[in-house]
């Protein structure tokens, strides 16, 4: 992509610092498959201490993680509860039924976000006709609910339910860390209500690759079983660990300018006729807005950007998604704001 572009398609499109290249070029290793990588272990180490848990381990991506906390969960047959519009339902190819062999019930939720009154009757009765109810999966931030962050008090009581009721609950947390910097709530107090959670590093963070998935040392044992069984099993991946420790010491704090950020472009966009913001409050990064049909479709406002050199994410006919991150300034957030006013004030004909 040209320097000129100003990239707000997703916050995986940033590229390592100098700081984190030094740090990778830097990183001792060792193979990871015989737990000999000290930087790998140094990082599972950090995030297990950070989210409150025994163990944690190093994988290649969001997906793998989710996929692989799914499977050590559960067996063929059983159920995942989980909201309609989630990562691990619509964005992760349809793995639950093909690794794990088991199936979501899906619920509707605001914008993302559950209620505990919402699954109370969602447990399958003791019978043998039926799927026996296994997991319920959750969501923080929520990337199709516009970046929301889960109240804490919802996840507690969601938490209480699913261990009243012997269930497990997972966290998808590839934006977790959005989540601490905006609340204010550590890590640790959002994974003491999880049985597993997932983080990323290549999202807000900016590492190049990888996520981790931490719990008790027994499940990780078994999640680490998945990950070979998954053909992720990596060598001297220390390389990558650096990247993630890099960011864990230097890039969550900052976090904050990319909520400012956000809001920058959000106003412009709330302040603008024909596009709407859905939801109509943004949170962290992730700005979620439609297109009025006047304008044309989405995939027209998002050419006529591209012709000013911004890019976006187009996520249906008429929706669109802007992501600030660690590669966009103050002033590049002020001029895609304006250059999203210039072009909607053209009015963008329809194809």
Request: charged share 20%; aromatic share 4%; proline share 4%.
């Amino acid at each position: 992509m040209p320097e000129s572009f100003l990239d707000l398609r997703s916050d995986t499109v940033t590229r390592p610092t100098a700081g984190m290249r030094a740090a990778m070029a830097s990183a001792e290793v060792g193979d990871d498959v015989f737990g000999e990588d000290p930087t790998v272990n140094r990082l599972e180490q950090r995030v297990a201490a950070l989210l409150g848990k025994e163990a944690a381990l190093f994988v290649s991506s969001g997906t793998m993680s989710n996929q692989a906390c799914i499977r050590a969960h559960t067996q063929p047959g059983d159920e995942v509860l989980c909201d309609a519009s989630c990562h691990i339902y619509n964005s992760e190819a349809g793995g639950v039924a093909v690794h794990s062999g088991v199936t979501c019930r899906t619920i509707a939720g605001d914008c993302g976000i559950l209620d505990v009154t919402q699954l109370e009757d969602k447990i399958r009765p003791d019978d043998e006709h039926l799927v026996r109810t296994r997991l319920v999966c959750l969501e923080n931030t929520h990337n199709r609910g516009g970046g929301k962050v889960y109240p804490l008090e919802k996840v507690q009581a969601i938490s209480a339910w699913a261990r009243a009721n012997g269930l497990r609950l997972h966290l998808d947390g590839a934006r977790l860390w959005n989540a601490v910097v905006v609340s204010g709530i550590p890590a640790a107090t959002w994974g003491a209500c999880f049985d597993s959670v997932s983080v990323c590093f290549s999202k807000g963070l900016g590492a190049p690759v990888g996520s981790a998935l931490a719990g008790p040392r027994d499940f990780v044992a078994r999640a680490r079983r998945v990950r070979k069984l998954f053909g992720g099993g990596m060598r001297q991946v220390g390389i990558l660990a650096a990247a993630a420790l890099y960011a864990l010491d230097h890039h969550v704090e900052r976090l904050a300018e990319d909520h400012r950020n956000a809001q920058v472009i959000a106003s412009a966009i709330a302040h603008t006729p024909g596009l709407r913001l859905v939801p109509p409050e943004v949170e962290t990064n992730l700005i979620w807005f439609q297109v009025d049909p006047e304008l044309g479709t989405a995939r027209d406002v998002a050419d006529a950007l591209k012709q000013r050199g911004i890019l976006v994410n187009v996520s249906g006919r008429q929706v669109m998604r802007a992501v600030t991150h660690l590669d966009v300034s103050p002033a590049q957030a002020e001029r895609a704001a304006e250059t999203i006013r210039q072009v909607v004030r053209q009015v963008v004909p329809a194809s």
